[in-house]
């Protein structure tokens, strides 16, 4: 079932479920993107038209951030829970491994999807990677020639948002990949050079602090963020 906040379509699911979902997705023969917004994604939507429609067009629309879930409760329509993007990509390369498919990692700075793609197959040996390429390109359609000529099964998108929705909704179904993800910056992750929150801290909610604290330079961005809180709140009093 979709729940909307302040625009943006989710689907309610629960990790397992999401897992479930994007795993019947892989499975089968035509192209699907998933993407993971959270509250800057939402801010973003309300600006720009099209994010907002390629947002809604995806196969699954999943609350990355805990504001997500906090906003969809303020509004009085709950989700069931938070499902980062990144826990979502390790359960899709689990599914991946064990059909033995393919994997193209498209984003970051130069080296980052490499170093990914190492760390990523020595925890999945029955994956092959069929490429990778930084984000750092002009051109749209060479990027996408590039993907669609190592013929991926499952595809990461990491671009930073709208670039990366919009390349998506774009060129996606041009690759010949099954299943495409919209990450951010997932790479960084995988490939080690950004480490994520503890996990007391992702169990109180708190990941976006650890981020804070970490690379206070985002603070700029993310002081918008509570923007949203009062949104939903506005949208809740006016029911
Ligand atoms: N990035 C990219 N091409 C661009 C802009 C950004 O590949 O033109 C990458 C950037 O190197 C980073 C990711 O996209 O790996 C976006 O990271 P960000 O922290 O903005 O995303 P978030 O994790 O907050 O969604």
């Not at 809604?56 to 069931?80: F, H, R, W």
């Not at 060479?142 to 991926?152: D, I």
């Amino acid at each position: 079932m979709k729940k909307e906040v302040l625009g943006v379509y989710f689907d309610d699911l629960t990790r397992e479920e999401a897992a479930q979902a994007g795993a019947a997705l892989l499975a089968e023969d035509k192209f699907h993107y998933v993407v993971t917004p959270n509250p800057e994604f939402i801010l973003a939507a309300e600006k720009d038209q099209e994010f907002l429609q390629v947002l809604n067009g995806a196969d699954l629309v999943l609350a990355d951030g805990i504001g997500v879930v906090y906003s969809a409760k303020i509004q009085g329509t709950p989700l069931k829970e938070r499902v980062p993007g990144i826990e979502f990509a390790a359960d899709m390369l689990t599914c991946l491994d064990e059909r033995g498919g393919r994997l193209y990692l498209l984003g970051a700075k130069p080296g980052v999807a490499e170093e990914a793609g190492r760390r990523i197959l020595e925890r999945h040996p029955n994956i092959t990677l069929c490429g990778t390429q930084d984000g750092y390109f002009k051109d749209e359609e060479a990027a996408l020639l590039k993907v669609a000529a190592a013929r991926p099964d499952l595809l990461f998108v990491c671009l930073g948002a709208p670039k990366q929705e919009k390349w998506m909704a774009r060129w996606g179904k041009h690759t010949g990949a099954r299943l495409a993800i919209g990450l951010g910056g997932a790479l960084d992750v995988f490939a080690g050079k950004v480490e994520r929150a503890p996990e007391s801290w992702q169990k109180l909610g708190l990941e976006w602090a650890y981020r804070l604290k970490k690379e206070p330079q985002r603070a700029g961005r993310m002081a918008k963020l509570p923007l949203v809180l009062v949104k939903a709140a506005g949208k809740r009093l006016k029911k």
